[in-house]
């Protein structure tokens, strides 16, 4: 089992769509979490952190949810321009060396048609 | 200007050769990191380090080495390149207190 495991996707959705993604990870103990962006070719780019208190950023909604180990983004009135790959990010927090940075989810595709 | 810079920024290159891949960064990061990215495997942690006195592996490797030269400058090394080598490979400095990550435009390797 992958320690951070996100649906590849793609999800076709049409403009206007409401979607929303999930990212399972392994370690309870695990602290901090992110979703990043990737256009294709390009760097990844941080969209937001996630919030223990689930956490808003206009259209983009975060949501942990501790006990069953997932994240989550929402997407209300997708755009053209949101089509991308989003990068499910968790600090597994194990401590021993090798472990102490971010792990990265292999990324859900979005694809938003008009 | 970028603030975390690669070079080269392409390069194809034949199996045995040496190749570095170098990063520097103006963000004033102690952290910094190197990964690489495979079609859908996402991104994977070669090495990181945390500052100038401090190198760490991270998930895969083997066959690579890196040199953290000065706070804003960490090279990769590939002593005698392989074809699954061919990847895009990413550097990132992090910020300490946030723990954001801020990469580079990514260097394509390709090995014949």
């Known amino acids: 089992r992958k320690e951070v495991e996100q649906d590849p996707g793609p999800f076709n959705v049409p403009e206007g769509a409401t979607v929303a993604f999930n990212c399972t990870y392994s370690n309870s103990a695990s602290q901090s979490f992110f979703w990043y962006r990737q256009d294709c070719r390009k760097e990844p780019k941080l969209l937001m952190s996630v919030y223990s208190s689930g956490n808003e950023d206009g259209r983009f909604t975060a949501q942990l949810n501790r006990a069953s180990q997932y994240i989550s983004l929402l997407i209300r009135d997708s755009k053209l321009s949101d089509s991308a790959t989003y990068l499910c990010v968790v600090n597994l927090g194990r401590g021993d060396t090798g472990r102490r940075a971010l792990t990265f989810g292999s990324g859900t595709r979005l694809q938003v048609q008009p | 200007d970028a603030d975390v810079t690669q070079t080269p920024r392409n390069r194809i290159t034949k199996t045995g050769k040496r190749i570095m891949l170098e990063c520097s960064q103006t963000k004033g990061h102690d952290r910094m990191y190197w990964y690489r990215q495979d079609p859908g495997l996402g991104l994977q942690l070669i090495y990181y380090s945390f500052d100038v006195k401090d190198i760490n592996k991270g998930e895969i490797s083997d066959g690579y080495s890196v040199s953290r030269q000065a706070q804003a400058k960490f090279s990769l090394s590939l002593e005698s390149a392989i074809p699954n080598q061919t990847a895009l490979y990413f550097c990132?400095?992090?910020?300490?207190?946030?723990?954001?990550?801020?990469f580079g435009e990514g260097s394509r390797l390709t090995v014949l």
């Open positions: 990132a400095t992090s910020d300490r207190n946030t723990g954001e990550l801020f």
